[in-house]
């Protein structure tokens, strides 16, 4: 079975940077029926939306310009889990977004099997 995968970041383009780059590169090496990202908003809208149609999978963004462990980002994580059907959860840092890691966990236990996991791209 393939897993889904959703990548929740702070860091991810069109915004420029190490982080950045390392995660636009590595999700064109996965095949893009099997990853959604969930990212912040640091850039421009229209530069933003331009940018994210021209992906072959799909980008969540939300609002904010920084993506904190709170209630409102653990729920749209939740409902992207449920409706993507997604397996795996990866974390473009450790810090902060790791402590989403229960919250994604219960949201995927009550759709599906196995739980996900919770891993760390980049960073220390």
Do not use: K
Not at 21 to 35: G, K, T, V
Not at 43 to 48: G, P
Not at 67 to 96: C, M, S, Y
């Amino acid at each position: 079975m393939t897993s889904r995968v959703l990548l929740v970041t702070n860091d991810f383009p069109p915004r420029n940077g190490g982080i950045e780059s390392y995660l636009r590169d590595f999700c064109s090496h996965l095949d893009p029926q099997n990853i959604v990202v969930l990212a912040s908003t640091r850039t421009d809208r229209a530069e933003q939306e331009a940018y994210d149609a021209s992906l072959p999978y799909r980008v969540y963004r939300m609002r904010d310009r920084v993506l904190l462990p709170l209630p409102h980002v653990a729920r749209t994580a939740a409902r992207i889990i449920r409706d993507e059907n997604i397996d795996t959860v990866w974390f473009g840092a450790a810090a902060p977004l790791g402590l989403l890691a229960s919250a994604c966990r219960r949201a995927a236990r009550a759709e599906l099997s196995p739980r996900p996991m919770a891993t760390r791209l980049g960073g220390r």
